[in-house]
């Protein structure tokens, strides 16, 4: 097992005790907007700070939920850190990690602004999750591999799309779609950075290194 992969292991079971914390402290990790426009009630930042950005990522409460992380990280992490290395998966869990967070905060905020949207924060590594599940089904789309339940083999690819329509639909019909931002955001983040790596559009063409030359005298 890659050693990245072992330590994301670790901190998805640790995720697990933050759900045992005081209410009044949890939700101060939670990512909350910034009430653009409502400042003279609730203040410049609200209950935005600093390090929400971040922890927000590490509150993933329900079992399931935690179990799909697990499952995520051991199965497709570990796939995607065998074949980059433990840095690039790193860089590549951070790209997915900012993108996610970045375009969420913004719809978030945006959206209570426009007062289309409620003033609540938003949680969970879904959006890096969903990056790992694309990066493998981008990198190997044909490979297949086998369900628990029902235990049928299907390809990489069909596989993420069907969690991808699902994700979105229940969170259509959950009535949290300004929360399905993150997911998207992390899914475009592994694709612009898998792109960035090969140099393919919207990115230049990465140059071919100068070749070394030896002086001999």
């Given at each position: 097992?890659p050693r990245l992969t072992v330590?994301?292991?670790?901190?998805?079971?640790?995720?697990?005790?933050?759900?045992?914390?005081?209410?009044?402290?949890?939700?101060?990790?939670?990512?909350?907007?910034?009430?653009?426009?409502?400042?003279?009630?609730?203040?410049?930042?609200?209950?935005?700070?600093?390090?929400?950005?971040?922890?927000?990522?590490?509150?993933?409460?329900?079992?399931?939920?935690?179990?799909?992380?697990?499952?995520?990280?051991?199965?497709?992490?570990?796939?995607?850190?065998?074949?980059?290395?433990?840095?690039?998966?790193?860089?590549?869990?951070?790209?997915?990690?900012?993108?996610?967070?970045?375009?969420?905060?913004?719809?978030?905020?945006?959206?209570?602004?426009?007062?289309?949207?409620?003033?609540?924060?938003?949680?969970?590594?879904?959006?890096?999750?969903?990056?790992?599940?694309?990066?493998?089904?981008?990198?190997?789309?044909?490979?297949?591999?086998?369900?628990?339940?029902?235990?049928?083999?299907?390809?990489?690819?069909?596989?993420?799309?069907?969690?991808?329509?699902?994700?979105?639909w229940f969170g259509f019909w959950?009535?949290?779609?300004?929360?399905?931002?993150?997911?998207?955001?992390?899914?475009?983040?592994?694709?612009?950075?898998?792109?960035?790596?090969?140099?393919?559009?919207?990115?230049?063409?990465?140059?071919?290194?100068?070749?070394?030359?030896?002086?001999?005298?």
């Amino acid at each position: 097992m890659p050693r990245l992969t072992v330590k994301l292991l670790w901190a998805t079971l640790a995720s697990l005790l933050l759900s045992a914390l005081p209410e009044q402290f949890l939700q101060q990790l939670l990512l909350w907007p910034i009430p653009v426009g409502h400042e003279d009630t609730m203040g410049m930042l609200g209950q935005f700070m600093p390090w929400q950005p971040v922890t927000h990522l590490l509150v993933n409460p329900g079992v399931l939920n935690v179990l799909f992380i697990g499952l995520t990280v051991y199965y497709f992490g570990a796939m995607l850190e065998s074949a980059w290395s433990a840095r690039r998966f790193g860089l590549f869990l951070l790209a997915c990690a900012v993108g996610s967070t970045l375009l969420q905060f913004g719809v978030s905020t945006a959206a209570f602004a426009a007062d289309i949207g409620p003033y609540a924060p938003t949680f969970g590594a879904d959006g890096v999750m969903y990056g790992i599940l694309f990066a493998c089904a981008y990198l190997w789309p044909r490979q297949e591999v086998m369900l628990m339940l029902p235990p049928i083999p299907v390809r990489l690819r069909t596989l993420v799309v069907v969690l991808c329509l699902l994700k979105f639909w229940f969170g259509f019909w959950g009535g949290g779609m300004l929360s399905q931002f993150g997911f998207l955001g992390g899914l475009a983040a592994a694709w612009l950075h898998i792109r960035y790596w090969r140099g393919l559009p919207p990115f230049s063409k990465k140059k071919p290194p100068p070749p070394k030359l030896r002086i001999v005298h």
